[in-house]
């Protein structure tokens, strides 16, 4: 598998419109890092660590009622294309109502994180 990101954000869209309340997933810290994220904003309920023959990632979904607390995540920057960005061409997600998950020298943080710390970086995702 050459786009792990791309997967993880598969599953947990697949596993939204079959209404599951988990995604099990293969461990990376960067996954565990989007999912934690994620989880800081309010897309997911619990993300953690589940150790075992093979490692892995469990995410607990949220959900608003029927409606998946994710409506949409896009998958920004692939292997094939990369998107780095400074921090003043970071994008804004539907007009600040979403998030852009960006890759920076200090880390995995929001579109919006970065900015404020005036640092750019590769941008991960968008989700609103």
Do not use: W
Request: aromatic fraction near 4%; charge should be positive; glycine fraction near 8%.
């Amino acid at each position: 598998m050459t786009d792990t990101i791309a997967d993880m954000l598969t599953r947990i869209r697949n596993a939204q419109m079959a209404k599951k309340r988990q995604a099990v997933l293969p461990f990376s810290k960067v996954k565990l890092a989007v999912a934690e994220i994620l989880c800081r904003e309010g897309y997911l309920n619990k993300a953690e660590r589940i150790e075992g023959s093979p490692v892995v990632l469990s995410l607990e979904l949220k959900y608003n009622g029927k409606m998946p607390a994710i409506q949409s995540v896009k998958r920004e920057s692939k292997p094939g294309h990369r998107m780095y960005r400074s921090a003043t061409e970071l994008p804004t997600v539907v007009n600040g109502y979403g998030i852009a998950i960006v890759s920076t020298s200090r880390g995995m943080m929001t579109g919006k994180e970065a900015k404020k710390l005036g640092i750019g970086g590769e941008i991960i995702c968008s989700v609103f």
